[in-house]
């Protein structure tokens, strides 16, 4: 409203009003308003009487009816008009009304005039203004004093949240923490909760007092701390019934945590298992969410939900688990596809090779989809997983999902043995060696299997050592070659291959075993001679090719000195 309209209301009598709201009701949008013209005038007769009286409290609930919207009113404007006619009269409720608009009303959000309400609000009295100026400068840069300050005076006043909040800005610091807890204590003492919980968390080196304040809490009802106070429980020797009668209360309350544990001791199943991660998981943590759901693989209901609230916050391995139980166990192809896309989608190579494995083999209810298990081991093979290109090799070879191309079946097939991994090096090899989907080649089965032999490093190769020693042995697929055969069945017999103990018996019955390894066969076909009938018979033939010397130096040694 401007000066001119005002000054025009305070020369008029009472008389012209009905004049002058039939002018003011032509310039209207009455479509703006959830009330009729009637209502309207009556409101609009109620602001010119304030105009003329010019009374502040009238103004100040005028503002607040058009704020708080009793009578259907949707202009914020007309509650920032009357606010501000009382607040530059002095009210202390109209400043901190403007400054709640301010701050909180986004189409009107302007921090600098909420602090400037405030200000006005705070200086004259009024703790929740001084309470909302201390939270506004709590989060600005280089103004905490002026937090602490005005925090205070809204505390002083048992302003109960601003002694809590009080309690916070002092625990910021070191310096300040006794500071902390007095404030605390006196919000706590005041009944509120929050202040109750956080000096149960504060105390927990100290049992007695911790269970105090979260039981404080508990008792208004706070489910958390019902929760929190069955934990401590559990610390201090109290009966399990004792614990059930707060889990109750709190499940009853809707606290997932607090079902679970109820759950779980109702079932008697080992409670214990899930405590390193409820409470994070409660806390949103998807890491422990998932670990949750792993720890309670076995009740598939509790599995489920907390798989479920870890992958809608994206954990992709949460997703890949529930696409999995809603495939395998659920069979809810629906579900599981659409998790295990999400999980595919937004996973890693691992998980991304494992949803096509799901469509290449038709696991669970999903159906077999050779073009999807295409895409997805396309995708994997991109980033150069050896598996995936291995997979995607013998798609190409054998026409799966796509045409037949030995050029590109031997392309995947090179880029995964080239890795390093000595059983794609071996398979690569044989697949050479015996042409399975790509044209033979011996010089390629050669150099593949060469490769493979170079990086066996470790026990669990035997099965792979003996293979290759066995080709060198026959010359099959690669030309013959006995002192090749004889290492390598020597290192997969050491490694535990019992086959490869017996070929080598053979070769030195053969003549084909070098003198100075005739000692080690002896070691190995000795160690396993008590039980088998075969390998005494082995080992009877070998003693009658050796010296007697030797003969007892072998049996003075075991595969452990081998091994050294």
């Known amino acids: 409203m401007n000066g001119d309209m005002e000054e025009e209301y305070q020369n008029v009598g009472i008389g012209q009003l009905d004049h002058i709201l039939n002018d003011r009701l032509k310039q209207i949008d009455i479509n703006d308003f959830d009330i009729d013209e009637t209502s309207y005038s009556e409101r609009l007769s109620r602001e010119l009487m304030v105009n003329i009286k010019n009374d502040i409290d009238a103004q100040y609930h005028l503002g607040l009816e058009y704020y708080e919207n009793e009578t259907g009113s949707k202009s914020m404007r007309k509650a920032i008009y009357w606010f501000e006619r009382a607040a530059i009269c002095g009210d202390a409720m109209a400043q901190y009304s403007l400054g709640k608009i301010y701050q909180k009303e986004k189409k009107f959000k302007k921090i600098e005039r909420a602090i400037f309400w405030y200000q006005e609000s705070a200086i004259q009295g009024y703790d929740e203004a001084q309470f909302n100026l201390g939270k506004l400068y709590s989060r600005r840069k280089n103004t905490f004093n002026k937090a602490i300050y005005w925090c205070k005076r809204a505390a002083e006043q048992e302003h109960i949240e601003a002694q809590f909040y009080l309690g916070k800005l002092y625990s910021r610091r070191e310096s300040t923490f006794n500071k902390a807890i007095y404030w605390y204590k006196k919000s706590a003492e005041n009944g509120n909760t929050n202040a109750q919980i956080r000096l149960g968390k504060m105390h927990e080196y100290d049992l007695k007092q911790a269970i105090y304040w979260y039981k404080k809490a508990a008792m208004q009802g706070r ?38 544990y109820l759950d779980m001791i109702l079932k008697k199943n080992e409670v214990n298992a899930i405590c390193p991660y409820i409470q994070d998981a409660m806390m949103g943590d998807i890491n422990a969410q998932f670990h949750l759901g792993i720890v309670l693989e076995n009740d598939l209901e509790w599995a489920i939900y907390w798989y479920k609230r870890a992958a809608e916050q994206g954990h992709y391995g949460a997703q890949l688990m529930l696409g999995i139980k809603y495939a395998c166990v659920l069979k809810d192809s629906q579900q599981a596809i659409y998790w295990l896309q999400n999980a595919a989608e937004k996973g890693n190579i691992e998980i991304k090779y494992v949803v096509a494995n799901f469509y290449y083999s038709g696991l669970g ?17 991109d980033q150069g997983y050896e598996r995936a290109l291995f997979r995607l090799g013998y798609m190409y070879a054998k026409g799966i999902g796509v045409p037949k191309n030995f050029c590109k079946a031997e392309e995947c097939y090179q880029k995964a043995a080239e890795q390093g991994n000595p059983r794609f090096q071996f398979i690569l090899g044989r697949i050479y060696a015996k042409g399975f989907g790509i044209p033979r080649n011996h010089r390629k089965a050669t150099y593949w299997y060469q490769q493979s032999i170079d990086n066996i490093d470790n026990k669990y190769e035997s099965w792979r050592q003996y293979h290759l020693a066995k080709m060198f042995y026959e010359g099959k697929y690669i030309p013959r070659n006995y002192q090749k055969a004889e290492e390598l069945f020597l290192k997969a017999a050491i490694n535990g291959c019992e086959k490869a103990i017996y070929k080598l018996c053979i070769m030195c019955n053969e003549g084909k075993i070098q003198f100075q390894n005739k000692i080690s066969v002896y070691i190995l076909i000795n160690e396993i001679a008590t039980k088998d009938k075969k390998a005494r018979e082995f080992r009877d033939l070998l003693e009658n090719n050796m010296f007697i010397g030797d003969i007892f130096k072998a049996q003075s040694m075991s595969v452990e000195d081998l091994v050294k």
């Open 223 to 260: 489910v958390d701390a019902q929760f929190y106070l069955v934990n401590l429980y559990s610390r201090v020797g109290y009966t399990l019934g004792d614990a059930t009668y707060w889990y109750r209360k709190a499940a009853y309350q809707g606290h997932i945590g607090a079902k679970l």
């Open 365 to 381: 209810c999903i159906n077999k989809d050779y073009q999807k298990a295409v895409y997805w081991y396309q995708k994997t093979a």
